[in-house]
């Protein structure tokens, strides 16, 4: 079996017995209590920039724990906001539940929704991997993006569904270069909180600057259920067809204690 997951047996509250980073005092999700967001001006009009060239993405894989897009770094950039570095794009993934009421990792006043888009990237200035920063403070930038039910299907995601079929198992992956607008898979508004944090899952770094988007973006139901169609165990576990389902692979928010939450845009 996996020596962590989302069951009830190797889930986020038993983390820390093998990862004991998990119990740190910098780890995340957090909920993100608009009221102790202080917009002040440290950020002011430091808007975030990115740039991604829409053929950067290259391998998608099943990770046992959800899907991930591989991307080529080398013409991504992330700036601006909260960073002092440019950061690269190293890889894209998704969080959700096995019910629309629950599924992101960040909550907003308590409130979640359907699934949250991580877009990962590393602090190439200062590092020579992205290996090596995700053991520094500073190492890593994510962007976290909410994802709500909506009536339509979200056309940009639909290119990574449809290859969904071909990873099903735990290990399965699929070389294809698609082309994606990743305008689509961002909001228009640019307005974010930011904090200091950790990975979502083991060996839970704290090696992230978090960036979470206010505004949510959609996906239907019919695309939130093939995510969940994915399994957690490789083709060879013989186990019951309807075992094994990733229905849900969000860790749930953790104090901010006294760090600082900050707030910026319009
Ligand atoms: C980064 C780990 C692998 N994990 C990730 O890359 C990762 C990235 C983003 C998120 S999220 N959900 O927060 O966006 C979670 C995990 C490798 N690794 C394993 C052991 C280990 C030890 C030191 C450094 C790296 C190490
Ligand atoms: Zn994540």
């Known amino acids: 079996s996996l020596d962590w997951g989302y069951t009830d047996d190797n889930g986020p509250s038993t983390w820390a017995e093998k990862y004991p980073l998990a119990a740190g005092a910098r780890q995340s999700p957090v909920d993100i209590d608009t009221s102790k967001a202080t917009s002040d001006n440290s950020l002011v009009d430091r808007e975030i920039d990115w740039s991604y060239p829409s053929n950067c993405s290259y391998r998608i894989v ?24 440019v950061y690269k794009l190293e890889q894209f993934h998704c969080h959700w539940g096995a019910t629309n009421d629950e599924g992101s990792e960040h909550t907003v006043d308590g409130k979640s929704y359907a699934a949250e888009l991580h877009l990962v990237h590393w602090n190439s200035e200062k590092y020579s991997s992205f290996k090596e920063a995700a053991s520094q403070p500073d190492g890593l930038a994510v962007l976290g993006v909410f994802m709500e039910i909506g009536n339509a299907d979200n056309a940009e995601l639909e290119k990574i569904i449809s290859l969904i079929p071909k990873i099903i198992h735990k290990g399965q992956d699929s ?14 508004s640019k307005h974010y909180w930011t904090y200091l944090g950790s990975l979502t899952t083991p060996p839970c770094n704290e090696c992230v600057i978090w960036t979470v988007f206010k505004e949510p973006i959609t996906i239907s139901e019919r695309q939130l259920e093939v995510f969940r169609s994915l399994k957690s165990v490789g083709e ?14 969000y860790r749930p928010p953790l104090p901010l204690g006294n760090r600082v939450l900050r707030e910026c845009g319009p």
């Open 175 to 188: 070389q294809a270069s698609f082309d994606l607008d990743f305008g689509s898979l961002l909001p228009e």
């Open 236 to 249: 060879e576990d013989a186990i019951e067809p309807e075992e094994g389902k990733l229905v849900k692979n």
């Open 62 to 85: 099943n990770t046992g724990y959800g899907w991930r897009v591989d991307t080529y770094g080398d013409d991504t950039a992330l700036s601006g906001g909260p960073l002092s570095e």
